[in-house]
């Protein structure tokens, strides 16, 4: 699905301004603390507002500033995974799964009941988060994501937090989880090992600024 992101914002002193457009699956965001890859996240899924720009999914125009376009978050049917999986902490699996479905309550579970096999959460539907382990609590949150069937999951840093054996496991397990999905994966990282693993085309920003987009491997050489 074509992907075009512009988006340029000022906050105080420092400037955000990226363009991109892409065909590929699998996109990488490298770059440095502060430069400005969760900000490009976040103003993708309408948490944040740019001050001038474009967001184009498919034929599906999220935000454009020239028409005075923009689209609410729940409108934009974008998944988006923060650091921590922000699962609600007083809510079960089953009722996390479930949370951002509509619809009426048959259609509801059976979707819940779907995403509950699929990623592989049988026997723990009616765990709180704090009784899961990291691998679980990522797979809720991907199964919560996935229920709604969005055309772009975003990924935030979701790796950043864990030690490295448990890094590289969760890595593999959130690729293999993934490889069954049609949509775009964007995911933004301070590590180029991720990136490298993980991206078909790659976008790298420095100081707010993207200095340069194109295949994983040419980039990277």
């Known amino acids: 699905m074509a992907m075009e992101v512009k988006i340029h914002k000022k906050l105080g002193e420092y400037e955000l301004d990226v363009h991109w457009k892409s065909t590929k699956k699998r996109i990488g965001i490298l770059g440095a603390s502060g430069s400005g890859k969760s900000l490009t996240l976040k ?12 967001i184009q999914i498919g034929d599906h125009v999220l935000y454009d500033s020239d028409s005075r376009i923009c689209l609410k978050p729940q409108k934009r049917n974008v998944g988006y995974m923060f650091q921590n999986y922000a699962l609600f902490p007083t809510m079960t699996v089953e009722q996390n799964v479930g949370a951002g479905l509509a619809g009426n309550k048959k259609k509801k579970q059976e979707q819940v009941q779907k995403m509950i096999r699929h990623f592989r959460l049988e026997g723990l539907e009616k765990r709180l988060p704090r009784e899961l382990s ?4 990522q797979r809720v949150a991907l199964a919560r994501i996935m229920a709604y069937e969005p055309s772009v999951i975003l990924l935030d840093e ?7 054996f448990l890094k590289d496991r969760l890595q593999q397990e959130m690729m293999e989880l993934l490889s069954d999905y049609d949509g775009t994966v964007i995911l933004v990282s301070h590590s180029r090992d991720e990136i490298y693993s993980f991206s ?22």
Do not use: C, T, W, Y
């Open 43 to 54: 103003s993708i899924a309408g948490i944040e507002h740019p001050d001038q720009g474009h």
């Open 134 to 137: 990291g691998g679980q609590q």
């Open 158 to 164: 979701p790796f950043s937090a864990l030690d490295v």
């Open 200 to 221: 078909e085309e790659v976008l790298v920003i420095e100081d707010g600024h993207g200095i340069r987009l194109g295949p994983v491997k040419e980039v990277f050489n």
